[in-house]
């Protein structure tokens, strides 16, 4: 009699000890260790938060780290150890061509992914187990420059971007949106390397296109010396960026030579929404500097999946798929998500308010502060009008 | 003009913190038949260190530049000492892996133990554009040529005019000859080491406010440094002043008018070109075959 009850009580210990496992590929080491370290740090506060409320559908949540080693092999490797390891889903990478790497791996395996890369072709490769963390270089840019163009009404626009698949998707959709809707083109384009200490060759190009208005796809660092150097030579041309030109990195690194440059941005800490303020809070107090919005993201990524665990009511990975496309995403739905509003489309496109924001140096910090709130162009909220922040 | 004026400012100021660290490899293989792989992290510890002591202890900037030479120059001495000095039997294979070790260990010893995020240094010299007819520079750029280049000319004057440099020259020719002529060969190379610590210390802080400081920057640093050194000549101090200079030209030139995608190409085509038809650098001296 104790003998057949053996297995019964053994499989109701099994059920209560399993997990649901979250795969961290990402970014540790190499050139995009700074932005992984945000990473680190929101999976530390989300787990927690989530195993403190009582875990997903009953199983505490548990993640590994994959370190990618910021390159695309390693990632495609490091995904493979992740699925091996058991992971529901997988976080990260951050680095576009990262991502292009291992999707295929995950797509195989039929386990979601949430990345935080913003190259427009990851949506688009007929991958469904592929979310983004964050509103894709096409719609940020498209955003920018509809501003730009009516806002500032540039003579002639120029662009530097980062020779990677981050920096060359966003050279891409540039051209494309100043052809089709403006029927103009860029003055000049340069590509730069990571890590370029020396921007004098851009700087030249720059000069003599007579470019008014630049528009930049740097990462982070780059951005921060290229304003350095702009500054250096008391470069005249308005400078516009995208998230990452705006960043807290890009703003610490950079200091008063970011004074005066504008950019949009998804997770803003000065955005007016609930959970980036409270995030910000969190972040402010327990590390005392603001956070980059990468944090936002590996935050959201936790959230991400427990929401479609939730919504499908089961750890089946098909229904965690078929819940997630086409679906609004709230407060209301998941109290903790940061950004508000999310709608994800049926590629797994993120579509959610953007912020316009103008960075000021106040003679100790450089902050950037949210002027404008830009919906998204697609689900519910993409009938809403762009405001002005308070 | 102008444009071209612009540049080559830029591609010297950029060339010389090249060359700075680049000496150290010189160095190193004139005296000791040793290729420090882990030069580009020699330049990096003394960046975290005047970070800490500057930043984060808010120590004065003089005091701060001070010990961050001393702990360098305790780095280079402890380097020789535990290191090459044990392996220096083993060639220059068993040298280069140890040192391939050793820069891994650094870098990474310094993203775990300190951050991997990349920290601000700043600014030494002012900042401000100067413009001099439609030619707009800052004095940081100047400074940075002026000072490094008397830094590399009074190392060279120290090596060929004083008893101790020398001295080091002797040992680089032959260890055997030098040490029947009374020179403690095993004393000149702890000195060299620790000379070659102490210039990187001292372009840690050129460096930091171009690089930025963070743990990774060793790598590209001492591969630009290697190259540099391998184009100027690997058996002059002014191979190294040389060759920094050329890198920094070729990069800049190269990118403002042909392409900024290939910048780094060019260098890599030139330094082939290099070791093809003058493979003693551009300021080496041809050695001939035993």
């Given at each position: 009699m104790i003998l057949s009850l053996a297995p019964v009580f053994s499989a109701g210990l099994g059920a209560a000890q399993e997990k649901l496992r979250i795969g961290l590929v990402i970014e540790q080491t190499g050139a995009g260790a700074s932005l992984g370290a945000y990473w680190i740090k929101a999976f530390e506060l989300a787990v927690g938060e989530v195993n403190k409320g009582g875990g997903v559908l009953g199983r505490q949540v548990e993640y590994e780290i994959f370190d990618n080693q910021s390159k695309a092999p390693v990632s495609v490797s490091a995904t493979q150890k992740a699925l091996s390891w058991g992971a529901f889903a997988i976080a990260g990478p951050i680095y576009s061509g990262n991502t292009l790497a291992c999707m295929p791996v995950t797509q195989e395996a039929k386990t979601p992914q949430m990345t935080g890369s913003e190259n427009w072709r990851i949506t688009l490769q007929g991958d469904k187990y592929i979310w983004r963390m964050s509103t894709g270089q096409t719609q940020e840019i498209q955003k920018l420059l509809n501003w730009v163009m009516a806002e500032r009404k540039p003579k002639a626009l120029g662009m530097l971007y980062v020779n990677n698949d981050f920096g060359i998707g966003a050279w891409e959709t540039a051209k494309k949106l100043l052809k089709e809707k403006y029927n103009t083109e860029l003055v000049m384009a340069a590509a730069c390397e990571q890590k370029q200490p020396d921007y004098s060759a851009e700087l030249k190009k720059i000069k003599e296109s007579n470019a008014d208005t630049v528009l930049l796809n740097l990462l982070e660092e780059e951005s921060a010396m290229f304003y350095r150097q702009a500054k250096k030579v008391g470069l005249n041309a308005f400078l516009c960026t995208v998230n990452t030109g705006i960043s807290v990195d890009a703003c610490r690194l950079g200091k008063e030579a970011v004074d005066g440059v504008y950019g949009t941005s998804g997770y803003e800490y000065s955005a007016p929404e609930a959970g980036c303020q409270r995030l910000a809070k969190y972040y402010r107090e327990r590390y005392g500097e603001w956070p980059d919005n990468e944090f936002m993201k590996g935050y959201n990524a936790v959230y991400l999946v427990k929401t479609g665990i939730e919504l499908a009511k089961s750890f089946d990975k098909e229904k965690f798929v078929e819940k997630m496309h086409s679906v609004h995403i709230t407060p209301k739905i998941q109290p903790n998500i940061v950004g508000g509003s999310l709608y994800y489309d049926e590629n797994g496109e993120l579509h959610s308010w953007d912020y316009l924001a103008k960075v000021t140096w106040n003679g100790k910090e450089a902050l950037a502060k949210a002027l404008f709130a830009i919906p998204p162009f697609k689900g519910p909220d993409s009938d809403k009008k762009t405001f002005v922040v308070k | 003009m102008t444009d071209l004026i612009q540049l080559l400012i830029g591609g010297l100021s950029i060339g010389i913190l090249y060359s700075i660290v680049a000496i150290g490899f010189v160095l190193l293989w004139q005296t000791s038949q040793t290729i420090n792989f882990a030069?580009?992290?020699?330049?990096?510890?003394?960046?975290?260190?005047?970070?800490?002591?500057?930043?984060?202890?808010?120590?004065?900037?003089?005091?701060?530049?001070?010990?961050?030479?001393?702990?360098?120059?305790?780095?280079?001495?402890?380097?020789?000492?535990?290191?090459?000095?044990?392996?220096?039997?083993?060639?220059?294979i068993v040298i280069v892996i140890a040192t391939l070790g050793l820069s891994a260990f650094l870098r990474y010893g310094m993203q775990i133990t300190w951050t991997p995020l990349t920290l601000f240094f700043p600014h030494i010299f002012s900042t401000e554009p100067i413009k001099i007819r439609n030619v707009v520079f800052s004095s940081e750029d100047i400074w940075n040529i002026v000072i490094i280049s008397i830094i590399i000319l009074l190392l060279h004057l120290f090596i060929k005019r004083t008893k101790l440099g020398k001295a080091m020259q002797a040992v680089a020719q032959s260890r055997e000859t030098a040490t029947l002529m009374g020179i403690n060969v095993m004393q000149i190379i702890t000195l060299v080491f620790v000379l070659n610590s102490i210039l990187t210390g001292i372009g840690a802080i050129f460096v930091a406010p171009v690089f930025f400081v963070r743990y990774d920057v060793g790598v590209q640093?001492?591969?630009?440094?290697?190259?540099?050194?391998?184009?100027?000549?690997?058996?002059?101090?002014?191979?190294?002043?040389?060759?920094?200079?050329?890198?920094?030209?070729?990069?800049?030139?190269?990118?403002?008018?042909?392409?900024?995608?290939?910048?780094?190409?060019?260098?890599?085509?030139?330094?082939?070109?290099?070791?093809?038809?003058?493979?003693?650098g551009i300021a080496g001296i041809r050695e001939e075959a035993y």
């Open positions: - | 030069q580009g992290e020699f330049v990096m510890v003394p960046m975290f260190v005047m970070v800490g002591l500057h930043i984060v202890l808010k120590l004065p900037f003089w005091l701060s530049f001070l010990l961050t030479i001393l702990a360098s120059s305790l780095m280079g001495y402890l380097f020789e000492k535990l290191m090459i000095k044990r392996l220096l039997a083993g060639g220059v640093l001492g591969l630009k440094a290697f190259i540099a050194a391998v184009i100027g000549g690997f058996n002059q101090i002014r191979g190294a002043l040389a060759g920094g200079i050329t890198v920094g030209l070729v990069e800049t030139l190269a990118a403002a008018y042909i392409s900024t995608a290939y910048r780094d190409a060019f260098t890599m085509i030139l330094l082939l070109l290099i070791l093809l038809i003058k493979p003693e």
